[in-house]
T-cell receptor
Framework: AQKVTQAQTEISVVEKEDVTLDCVYE???????LFWYKQPPSGELVFLIRRNSFDEQNEISGRYSWNFQKSTSSFNFTITASQVVDSAVYFC?????????????FGTGTRLTIIP | DAGVTQSPTHLIKTRGQQVTLRCSPKSGHDTVSWYQQALGQGPQFIFQYYEEEERQRGNFPDRFSGHQFPNYSSELNVNALLLGDSALYLC?????????????FGPGTRLLVL
């Protein structure tokens, strides 16, 4: 069975500080996909990144960066120089790569509050 | 390019009633997935529709059923509503081909069961 753990329930940081959101996953599959989504108060889940299990390169997109470490089954997300607009709930998710078996398994989310 | 749309945005029902939620996928997408998100929790997978068939189902009772139309839009039906069905219902669309595509989500329907 698949499982995603986001141990940090809530995080508060002062604006312009860096913050890292942790994600640990469990799967028996050798091929899988990892995702991060952002959920602002409006409720819509906004896609941030997808990473497949064969690609362990870290990725940077503006102030966002992701650290994928297969050895520790972790896919952590760092926001550099945080801004108030980054306040939201962030979800890490996992899905298998087999065709027809595409459900996303989500963690319980981390509520991030950026204090002005 | 229109994203995923859902209707209605909010809904209030009483126990025992039935409800139908609707979803139109993002342009170019043919696969629709439904998720239930209880307050303070992560979304839970209900089922996925591809080529008008239910392709995969999560751990939800038969009270939850769905349908996909030839234009790829989809409905989620819930019968005999329980208080515990109160949640945000999210629809996601993607391309159902062999290459794994990202699921893009709509704004959700907030259902309150009294």
């Amino acid at each position: 069975a698949q499982k995603v753990t986001q141990a940090q329930t809530e995080i508060s940081v002062v604006e312009k500080e860096d913050v890292t959101l942790d994600c640990v996953y469990e799967t028996r599959d050798t091929t899988y996909y990892l995702f991060w989504y952002k959920q602002p108060p409006s409720g819509e889940l906004v896609f941030l990144i997808r990473r497949n299990s064969f690609d362990e390169q870290n990725e940077i997109s503006g102030r966002y960066s992701w650290n994928f470490q297969k050895s520790t089954s972790s896919f952590n997300f760092t926001i550099t120089a945080s801004q108030v607009v980054d306040s939201a709930v962030y979800f890490c998710a996992l899905s298998e790569a087999r065709f027809g078996n595409e459900k996303l398994t989500f963690g319980t989310g981390t509520r991030l509050t950026i204090i002005p | 390019d229109a994203g995923v749309t859902q209707s209605p945005t909010h809904l209030i029902k009483t126990r025992g009633q039935q409800v139908t939620l609707r979803c139109s996928p993002k342009s170019g997408h043919d696969t629709v997935s439904w998720y239930q998100q209880a307050l303070g929790q992560g979304p839970q997978f209900i089922f996925q529709y591809y080529e008008e068939e239910e392709r995969q189902r999560g751990n939800f009772p038969d009270r939850f059923s769905g349908h996909q139309f030839p234009n790829y839009s989809s409905e989620l039906n819930v019968n005999a509503l329980l208080l515990g069905d109160s949640a945000l219902y999210l629809c996601a669309s993607s391309s159902g081909g062999q290459v794994r595509e990202t699921q893009y989500f709509g704004p959700g329907t907030r259902l309150l069961v009294l």
